[in-house]
């Protein structure tokens, strides 16, 4: 199982991931030519990617997906209400249920809350491997945690600092959007959360979806670093991509 955030931020959110030799990429915002390069860069032509997993319809999942499916059709892994709210014609697609087999590979979607009709977190399984993807939430439901517990691998988000967000210039309604429970969770969230799930078979965490306004890497490092995981962590950038991480 291998996997590289190629882009991840308020900009634009698009992750590569191969899974059973299948080369799928998880939403697919910012700019077509952006991720085909990105996935040049890993040696991955980006007419290989086989489908497209979608968390939620805000364009900074989904800008490039029209641009992708003329030029190469993957199949479209969506929920019904996502696909509503979509408003994309979509003629290759696979609507998804709460428990799905893909290709042999467990997918596991789990309901999150954001300000849209449905956001969906994932868990891939193959092969004794897990990743967990989290991303655009307000909060994590409890009843997740004993899917969520002690997988090889994190993406989540760890959006924003607090202090620094309500001290930003932000006007006060968005600022208690995203602090609200269909916003985004902040570094001291996404660490608490962390902190019920992460047990010793997880070898990697990603702190995804940084605010580039209201967040540092330095911050988000250091609400993290108080858990003290014997793991990996990296941070996830708008423009830049992580290193393949191969689990």
Known sequence: ???????????????????????????AGTNFLYISNKLKEID???????????THCHDDHTSALKRIIKVVNPIIYITEKTKKELKIDLNNYILLEENNIINNINV???????????CRGYIFEYNNKSLVYITDTGY???????????KNAYIIESNHDVEMLMNSSRPYFLKMRILGDEGHISNKDCSYYLKQFVGNETK????????????????ALEEISKNNFKCDINIALQNERTEVFNI
């Open 1 to 27: 199982m291998k996997y590289c955030v190629l882009t991840s931020g308020s900009k634009g959110n698009c992750t590569y991931i191969e899974i059973n030799n299948k080369k799928y990429l998880i939403d």
């Open 44 to 54: 991955i032509d980006i007419k290989d990617i086989e489908g497209i997993f979608i």
């Open 108 to 118: 596991k979607t789990i309901k999150l809350s954001h300000d849209v009709a449905d």
């Open 140 to 150: 994590i439901n409890v009843k997740y945690n004993d899917y969520l517990y002690n």
């Open 204 to 219: 990697n965490i990603v702190l995804a979806h940084l605010s580039e306004n209201n967040n540092t890497q330095e911050l």
